[in-house]
DNA sequence: AATGAATGAGGTTTCATTCAT
DNA sequence: TATGAATGAAACCTCATTCAT
């Protein structure tokens, strides 16, 4: 059997290999994936796990702050700074890339927003906020018509977030798009 | 000195007695509660409770089961033998119902819809189904549009699930209630 | 290998084994002592002495407990019903059945009022009161000198503790409780 | 870029920061404190600690022998060179001098003499001899009566070390001073 | 049918000590 | 000589489930 030898790393690169041993796991198992699973992903001992994080619960906020920032990276928001911007589009857009990005992140997905922990330690509504912005924006470019933004949007994420669920769950994903597509633009019409 | 045997109850009434222990305790307090409590709860011993549920999981389909059938039998789809129906006036009606019935029982749906139970127990979509059902119904009525009914409603459901939430939340109820049937009505109409 | 199959005792005959497993092994190997040593001892599973002791510190609590109240019954004090007491004779007989009671526990002792546990969990000083009252009676009867009872008990009781520990560990039995006799003779006499 | 070697100090220096930094920790948190506290407090690296003491217990070792030597170089033993010596005075001020010094290192003493640690490395008992001979020698003076050398300064040291613990624990100085006076002045009167 | 004492695998967390750099 | 990332055994504790009574 060959001892698997002690590799000395720089805190951010052994601290980043447990994150993303943990994504993959999850990924794979959602919640069922345990502090256990993932220093043996990550071939670490049990020790090190807590030098990087206090508490299981704590790599789980770690995963949502990255995941959150990744999408916030991936598909930033339009400014008016290159002209007038086509807001429906804009939602449209935003709307199939999340769909995208979190149907091949279904089980991680299910650990960090579906889950218990999501109760335990709930997060502030970040997407929501985005999505209110973009109604608001929209709405003084008269491109939306005027519904209450903060509730709207409310609803907006759950069903975008429930037609990401169906497409990792097998469902058609053309169908899914066009009927969030439907969905949001003739809720948010002029 | 013979023990005094618990035979009181009918092994129906016996075990309501847990149902409702269990739905009373969930509802305080979410997924937190444990097969101890329920059993102190509902005044049985342990063992008792495995008599009639084989696992802890088990309890709370029955729960679910419960819960979904009381909501059918409190606000039941009409039928067009009185005559013809109005079928957007029904999905505001049932749209306002569930959010009132869910968001009372706030606690037990995080247990029961928004918990690891969730994913290790997927339920089969009765309420999309429903709904399912509602917007087939209206469109052979001409009274919504041409959408495509089973995504529709699955967005649709996650919608008012979400409303729900807010509510109990402390969101404001009429906003949550005015947004939500703006949504619907505009995403089904002709 | 035979499995130890599960022996059903009433709840204080079960926590009396506990109680005394740990007992035995206090008094062999001191503070070195855990849980797990304990419940192999007593032949219980690991989760049965959780069932009787909410915490480990909870067991040492009890044993200490114990220890005081087994000593105050096995030497009671003598109340003046039965005519004037010999308070130097009761002091002296106090003293010596302390060291002999202590020193043939010595390991417990070191467990429960000399380690880290003793400093976690301070003990109301019961031994120190008891010795307080036993001078206070004393120089009401004019048989002790005027010292300050408070604090004089509990340099007394320091000596007498003293005592047993050096028995225990070897010291001449007769020597000490000599030495302690004298100490406690001079410092009260009148 | 070269790091920043810490080459500042002389190996005695570099090994006397850390045994400071241990001692200002022990006496503020007793035995609660931990490697990771201590070479925090000195700003050395933990491998640095193991480099100077080969075990935790070590340290602790070397905290004691410090303290001891620093008790005795305060507060040397007179001799006859000058005169005649006035024993019982000696005694009282011996006592008086370890009260002060043990109550203002409360912490300190807890860990090193009251704890698991003084179990594991019992300690050669320097304080008791050294009391002894002070008995032995007032006895030769005629100025302390015949009580047995060895097994009484064990207890006087006792009494002493209760009285410096109660006053630390915020007991009367004076009434403790006294009170232990006169025990010492009665146990050892002609 | 009912009980509740007992189980034990599984979980998180701690920390003295090691060793690659 | 010095560092500090890494180790891993060991500790405490939980709780769904079992089973002798």
């Known amino acids: 059997m060959p001892k698997p030898l002690r590799r000395r790393l720089a805190p951010e690169a052994r601290r980043r290999e447990i994150v993303e041993a943990a994504e993959r796991l999850l990924q794979a198992h959602g919640s069922r994936v345990r502090v256990e699973d993932v ?26 702050d990255r995941l959150v920032a990744e999408f916030d990276t991936l598909y930033p928001l339009p400014t008016e700074v290159d002209g007038p ?41 970040h997407a929501i ?41 097998g469902a058609d994903r053309a169908a899914m798009v066009a009927a969030l597509q439907t969905l949001l633009r003739r809720t948010l019409a002029p």
């Open 39 to 64: 220093v043996r992903e990550a071939g670490v001992a049990k020790g090190t796990f807590f030098l990087y994080f206090p508490s299981w619960d704590d790599l789980l906020e770690t995963l949502r």
């Open 85 to 125: 911007v086509d807001w429906p589009a804009v939602i449209d857009a935003q709307a199939a890339a999340f769909i995208d990005f979190a149907s091949a992140r279904a089980g991680i997905g299910q650990a960090l927003f579906h889950s218990d922990f999501a109760e335990r330690r709930p997060l502030a509504d």
């Open 129 to 169: 906020v985005r999505l209110a912005a973009i109604v608001r924006a929209g709405q003084e470019a008269q491109a939306f018509g005027p519904v209450d933004p903060g509730p709207t949007a409310r609803l907006l994420y759950a069903a975008i977030d429930e037609a990401a669920h169906a497409v990792a769950a």
